[in-house]
């Protein structure tokens, strides 16, 4: 099996940054790509950002120019800096894994960890 475990989260002022980190661990074979999603009260969960194994990336329009994902293959764990945030950025972010096992591939999530945007 593969877990994710974030980190990162918490409560911020307009304008503030925060970094979220998210490691996989277990039987991995390889990460194909890991990316964010973020879930807002009353709204369906949202892909803000991905980055494959190949180090390309793709960003929502919402997060573009704001956020950065990267990523530490050697410590298989993605990061996520987002800065100037805004109110409309609380939610609950996850962390998304497609992860080759010696079992074939699978979509791995993480548990969510909260943000909270303060205007």
């Known amino acids: 099996q593969v877990q994710l475990v974030e980190s990162g989260g918490g409560l911020v002022q307009a304008g503030g940054s925060l970094r979220l980190s998210c490691a996989a661990s277990?039987?991995?074979?390889?990460?194909?790509?890991m990316g964010w999603y973020r879930q807002a009260p009353g709204k369906q969960r949202e892909l803000i950002v991905t980055?494959?194994?190949?180090?390309?990336?793709n960003y929502a329009d919402s997060v573009k120019g704001r956020f950065t994902i990267s990523r530490d293959n050697a410590k298989n764990t993605v990061y996520l800096q987002m800065n100037s945030l805004k109110p409309e950025d609380t939610a609950v972010y996850y962390c998304?894994?497609?992860?080759?096992?010696?079992?074939?591939?699978?979509?791995?999530w993480g548990q969510g960890t909260q943000v909270t945007v303060s205007s």
């Open positions: 998304n894994a497609v992860v080759a096992t010696v079992g074939g591939t699978g979509k791995f």
């Open positions: 980055i494959i194994s190949g180090g390309s990336t």
């Open positions: 277990g039987s991995i074979f390889s990460i194909n790509a």
